[in-house]
């Protein structure tokens, strides 16, 4: 259940001020259960929440421009997001990241983020951060800090206002800037996400990480990934990483750095910068072999794994008793079945995507 709207600042203060005999259980701290094992191993530490399939752009490698949205009754109610996250946090989850669509175009999210800012008072959640466009930032940041999100990622492409209008078709570059700094000025920490698109933005790398560099932002660069039907041809943005490494190593000195977040980049330092530079590579070089996430749709699909279609269902566990236990086994059953890796392939071969899904369904 969502809690009633009050500041983060006042629920720190009242979960610090109750005194209450150690024999009792902290309401705010879920009762914690056996943690969620796949098949090889991996313990599931990382929910993705995608809370909508809507956004206010549309970005090419994403969407379709004349997209069909779910129907609103088919989504998970915010009370119902909140207790599938605290039933994985029950069971180890130790990050949630919420995504979209675009997140912060859900109506009434900052409730769901001040009702799960619960987890980090009471020690159980590391971190609760969230991926946006950028376009509410201006908006929310302040919020969104006083709920002790401490960092977050923004998906930017390019520093080109008609370039980034031809790739959102609907965005405002002006307004995404506007909200980094908002974001800044709250204390948030910035993680720049870059789609590495050939022919696009594949001349504007090296001017991308100088800008987010200089303003103490990391970036990362992201494969695309076939994932549902869209106008251009993958094949036609496909730029793999490799050779945008190769681009930097002639001019820049790119030093292996440890760092991680718990996603699947793997960083370099870039010395001449001094900052963190990422690399997700889901077509030329997988993750999967430590993949600790899953993915919960805003419908209460959960996704096992990005790239396969298998998927359960626990809104209807959810939705069958106010008990947790048929979610609970629910949740066992999927993870059980969570492979071993996927099976992302883009090559002309192939007329069709991988999955069928958009990106914006499982949550970028």
């Not at 902290?26 to 943690?35: F, G, I, Q, S, V």
């Not at 039933?87 to 995504?99: D, E, Q």
């Not at 980094?180 to 870059?194: M, T």
């Not at 002309?348 to 991988?354: G, L, T």
Request: proline share 5%.
């Amino acid at each position: 259940m969502l809690l009633p709207p009050r500041t983060c600042e006042q629920q720190v203060v009242e979960t610090r001020q109750r005194r209450k005999p150690e024999v009792l259980l902290d309401p705010h701290k879920p009762l914690m259960r056996a943690p969620l094992v796949d098949p090889f191993g991996r313990e599931i530490s990382y929910l993705r929440i995608s809370v909508t399939d809507r956004c206010d752009f549309r970005c090419v490698y994403c969407m379709s421009e004349d997209m069909t949205f779910l129907p609103k009754r088919d989504l998970l109610t915010l009370e119902e997001v909140d207790r599938v996250a605290t039933a994985f946090v029950a069971r180890g989850t130790r990050k949630l990241r919420i995504t979209g669509g675009e997140p912060l175009v859900r109506r009434d999210i900052m409730n769901l983020f001040r009702s799960l800012s619960r987890h980090l008072t009471s020690g159980a959640l590391d971190e609760l951060t969230l991926t946006t466009n950028g376009s509410q930032l201006e908006r929310y940041a302040s919020e969104l800090a006083a709920c002790g999100v401490r960092r977050i990622n923004v998906s930017l492409d390019t520093l080109d206002p008609d370039k980034f209008r031809k790739i959102t078709r609907w965005g405002d570059l002006a307004k995404v800037q506007r909200g980094i700094e908002a974001a800044q000025r709250a204390g948030l920490r910035v993680k720049i996400n870059a789609v590495a698109l050939k022919g696009v933005n594949e001349d504007e790398i090296e001017g991308l990480m100088a800008w987010a560099h200089g303003l103490g932002m990391d970036l990362t660069l992201i494969e695309v990934m076939p994932l549902g039907e869209i106008e251009p041809g993958r094949i036609d943005q496909f730029l793999p990483l490799s050779i945008v490494r190769a681009r930097l190593m002639d001019k820049y000195t790119l030093d292996d750095d440890p760092y991680r977040t718990g996603g699947p980049a793997r960083y370099v330092r870039v010395r001449e910068t001094g900052g963190l530079l990422g690399f997700i590579t889901p077509m030329t070089h997988n993750f999967c072999e430590s993949c600790n996430r899953v993915r919960l749709t805003c419908t209460g699909t959960l996704y096992m794994c990005l790239g396969q279609e298998d998927a359960a269902d626990l809104r209807s566990a959810v939705r069958a008793s106010s008990d947790d236990a048929l979610l609970y086994r629910a949740m066992d059953e999927a993870i059980s079945r969570k492979p071993k890796g996927h099976d992302f392939v883009i090559d002309r071969r192939r007329s069709r995507p991988a999955v069928g899904r958009h990106m914006s369904v499982t949550g970028g």
